[in-house]
T-cell receptor, first 115, second 111 residues
Framework: EADIYQTPRYLVIGTGKKITLECSQTMGHDKMYWYQQDPGMELHLIHYSYGVNSTEKGDLSSESTVSRIRTEHFPLTLESARPSHTSQYLC??????????????FGPGTRLTVT | AQSVTQLDSHVSVSEGTPVLLRCNYSSSYSPSLFWYVQHPNKGLQLLLKYTSAATLVKGINGFEAEFKKSETSFHLTKPSAHMSDAAEYFCVYTGRRALTFGSGTRLQVQP
């Protein structure tokens, strides 16, 4: 069982609100990721981090921002939520130096609805 | 550019019959390939992975996949479908920075 957690699991919020999606892992993994998944669609990488104080944008442009102040914590923030941000957000981590094959462990996801 | 293509967006089988979910890859080198499964309201779970050690890879829940370089394929199979196999399946490869997911195949299992 992977030790990666996301909160909240579901969030319904009004337009213009600031939100932070939490992601934590207890495996000591250096690499962490955020993916966005629209219903019935594939996952798209929006942010990743190779370690503390390292953050990079992914393949899909996103108005969200991330921070990595601690190894175990990788929160995602939307300063002003809009209906176009409605989606599922999946957090993942990996330990390429341990396994060498980039297997990723996924959290349960946060399903965000912006009204 | 490296990529994976899942050839079927939906597959429907009867319980007890074989499952075949098709995936082709495009890569200039031997990739690391994975199959992930996503059940409704649950997180993604790794089914199996290919990392060049063996071309026939066995995974959890009776699934297996065969890496065929000549066909650039990595199809997922199971001899006998179970109702609990109904889910979304993703063929995935290790991209430059992270995993790159195929578009997914939704497997329906009819009683």
């Amino acid at each position: 069982e992977a030790d990666i957690y996301q909160t909240p699991r579901y969030l319904v919020i009004g337009t213009g609100k600031k939100i932070t999606l939490e992601c934590s892992q207890t495996m000591g993994h250096d690499k962490m990721y955020w993916y966005q998944q629209d219903p019935g669609m594939e996952l798209h990488l929006i942010h990743y981090s190779y370690g503390v104080n390292s953050t990079e944008k992914g393949d899909l442009s996103s108005e969200s921002t991330v921070s990595r102040i601690r190894t175990e914590h990788f929160p995602l923030t939307l300063e002003s939520a809009r209906p176009s941000h409605t989606s599922q957000y999946l957090c993942a981590s990996s330990d390429p130096y341990g396994t060498g094959d980039y297997e990723q462990y996924f959290g349960p996801g946060t399903r965000l609805t912006v009204t | 550019a490296q990529s994976v293509t899942q050839l079927d967006s939906h597959v429907s089988v009867s319980e007890g019959t074989p499952v075949l979910l098709r995936c082709n890859y495009s890569s200039s080198y031997s990739p690391s390939l994975f199959w992930y499964v996503q059940h409704p309201n649950k997180g993604l779970q790794l089914l199996l992975k290919y990392t060049s050690a063996a071309t026939l890879v066995k995974g959890i829940n009776g699934f297996e996949a065969e890496f065929k370089k000549s066909e650039t394929s990595f199809h997922l199979t199971k001899p006998s479908a179970h109702m609990s196999d109904a889910a979304e399946y993703f063929c995935v490869y290790t991209g430059r920075r992270a995993l790159t997911f195929g578009s997914g195949t939704r497997l329906q299992v009819q009683p």
